[in-house]
């Protein structure tokens, strides 16, 4: 079974991040947002029909493409 992507968590969820496959333009702007393997991410909120999603990684709130965030592998976490 594959790793669940950070597109799959809901509100109040938390994941740590297992790989980022994503294209190099987009990889480098995770890396300067913070998004690093084995960073524990946090989802906020999501919007409807497949709208982007709000997450905070370390101190850093961040609100993605939900295509971005599909290119996120994670491992989930039980909620806090």
Same mark, same amino acid.
């Given at each position: 079974?594959?790793?669940?992507?950070?597109?799959?968590?809901?509100?109040?969820?938390?994941?740590?991040?297992?790989?980022?496959?994503?294209?190099?333009?987009?990889?480098?702007?995770?890396?300067?947002?913070?998004?690093?393997?084995? #960073?524990?991410?946090?989802?906020?909120? =999501?919007?409807?029909?497949?709208?982007?999603?709000?997450?905070?990684?370390? =101190?850093?709130?961040?609100?993605?493409?939900?295509?971005?965030?599909? #290119?996120?592998?994670?491992?989930?976490?039980?909620?806090?």
């Amino acid at each position: 079974m594959s790793e669940p992507r950070l597109s799959s968590l809901h509100p109040g969820d938390s994941a740590i991040i297992r790989a980022i496959s994503a294209e190099e333009s987009l990889h480098h702007r995770l890396l300067a947002l913070g998004f690093r393997i084995g #960073k524990e991410i946090h989802m906020i909120r =999501t919007a409807r029909f497949r709208g982007p999603l709000q997450v905070r990684i370390g =101190t850093t709130e961040v609100i993605m493409r939900r295509c971005d965030a599909d #290119k996120i592998r994670v491992s989930h976490q039980t909620a806090q």
